[in-house]
Nanobody, 127 residues
Framework: QVQLVESGGGLVQPGGSLRLSCAAS????????IGWFRQAPGKEREGVSC????????YYADSVKGRFTISRDNAKNTVYLQMNSLKPEDTAVYYC????????????????????WGQGTQVTVSS
């Protein structure tokens, strides 16, 4: 059974850092693309970052470029999202998802390209 479990969210002051984890079970994470998405109250879901399975190419939304870094540890079957220089506008529920189908650079940020989702972890950036 495919399962994704996020952790690492919390309350942090502006300018602070958090590292989110997405632990996978039921499949070998290194064969599939993993994406991070977020949704703030009253806003649409946003694709934040993605790492491809084959060439480990990555995608970042413009709003997080230079601040967030996605990485994977295949031995631990886990993907991480390191978030630095956090801003209040980063406040949202963060979800990881995996695509069991072929995914292209164009579809990396699209939620409909992904098949399985975690339950989400809350990130709140506030002083």
């Amino acid at each position: 059974q495919v399962q994704l479990v996020e952790s690492g969210g919390g309350l942090v002051q502006p300018g602070g850092s958090l590292r989110l984890s997405c632990a996978a079970s039921g499949f070998a994470l290194d064969y599939y693309a993993i994406g991070w998405f977020r949704q703030a109250p009253g806003k649409e879901r946003e694709g934040v970052s993605c790492i491809h399975s084959s060439d480990h190419s990555t995608y970042y939304a413009d709003s997080v470029k230079g601040r967030f870094t996605i990485s994977r540890d295949n031995a631990k079957n886990t993907v991480y999202l390191q978030m630095n220089s956090l801003k209040p506008e980063d406040t949202a529920v963060y979800y990881c998802a995996t695509a069991m189908r072929e995914i292209t650079r164009a579809t990396m940020p699209l939620g409909e390209a992904y098949d399985y989702w975690g339950q989400g972890t809350q990130v709140t950036v506030s002083s």
